[in-house]
């Protein structure tokens, strides 16, 4: 049983939603309105079943090698029993139906209304890992060493942070600007760009302030790495460029999930340009072989 504060008129309010979308979509520390709380089960040796907290199939980003993708989650923990009008901790443990391999923990605290048959109140404190759409593998390669600050911005972003996700996002942009530039170069050199292209993406790459040599870098970027014709430097350079404390926390939050698509963007650009390319030398290797044999 947990002592937490009687739900607000605000809550009161709130869209009611399934225990399904609560541990699917709602983020932590937003106490959420659920049509149904409870779940009926069994208990090892004894007869009968109790009411304890739901703990339904979800549906869930599974990142193991063998799904990579949306599978289906079970609960493999025993809820806790319910009681009316109190809220109950617990942690519930789910586990991947297909890999039988990716866990998901959730931290939750839930009460079950007086004067209601099914409906309740309920708050995550956390999940592991962290609530949010996985991180694309290409941008966390991209990133490199800062992989562990971008994910710091992350969950700062996925807890309405603004301000903090603002800065861990500048910090990895700002620290990695020449092995993204390099990455930019690779993916010039492999489209056949002109050596004076080439050159400035060299220049921008050694350039040690961060705005000068993405200044440098724009007009070496190949076209396309353009989004919707747009320059993604450009794009980064002026979200960038503005200054923290002259920002609300929702300005900056804004301006945080804007950078995190744009380089989420950037990084499958260059690596589907890359991937295109060997592909395609690839190809023409096997014909060529073919041809003269």
């Not at 390319?277 to 044999?293: D, G």
């Amino acid at each position: 049983m947990a002592d937490s504060p009687d739900p607000t008129d605000a809550e009161q309010s709130a869209p009611v939603l399934t225990f399904c979308e609560f541990l699917e979509s709602h983020p932590p520390n937003q106490p959420a309105r659920i049509a149904k709380v409870e779940g009926w089960y069994s208990r090892p040796h004894v007869a009968g079943s109790y009411q304890g907290i739901a703990a339904p199939e979800i549906q869930l980003h599974c990142s193991s090698e063998a799904c990579n993708g949306v599978r289906f989650f079970r609960c493999i923990s025993k809820p806790q029993d319910l009681i009316r009008g109190d809220f109950v901790n617990d942690y519930l443990t789910y586990r991947c139906w297909n890999c039988q391999k990716t866990k998901k923990v959730f931290s939750v605290s839930v009460r079950w209304d007086e004067g209601h048959l099914e409906s309740g109140h309920a708050i995550k404190y956390g999940e592991l890992p962290p609530f949010g759409p996985p991180t694309p593998s290409r941008l966390i390669k991209l990133i490199g060493p800062d992989r562990d600050a971008f994910l710091s911005g992350r969950r700062c972003e996925n807890q309405g942070l603004g301000i903090g996700a603002f800065v861990y996002y500048r910090r990895v942009v700002e620290n990695q600007k020449a092995r993204i530039l390099q990455e930019i170069r690779k993916v010039a050199t492999k489209v056949g760009a002109k050596p004076e292209a080439i050159e400035i993406l060299e220049s921008a790459e050694k350039e040690i302030q961060f705005s000068k040599a993405m200044e440098m870098a724009k007009p070496g970027l190949p076209e396309s790495l353009l989004i919707d014709g747009h320059n993604p430097l450009g794009l980064l350079h002026s979200a960038l460029s503005e200054g923290v404390h002259a920002l609300t926390d929702d300005e900056c939050l804004l301006l945080a999930g804007s950078i995190r698509v744009v380089l989420g963007e950037l990084s499958e650009r260059i690596a589907q340009a890359l991937k295109d390319e060997v592909e395609i030398k690839n190809a023409l290797t096997t014909l060529m072989n073919r041809k003269k044999s």
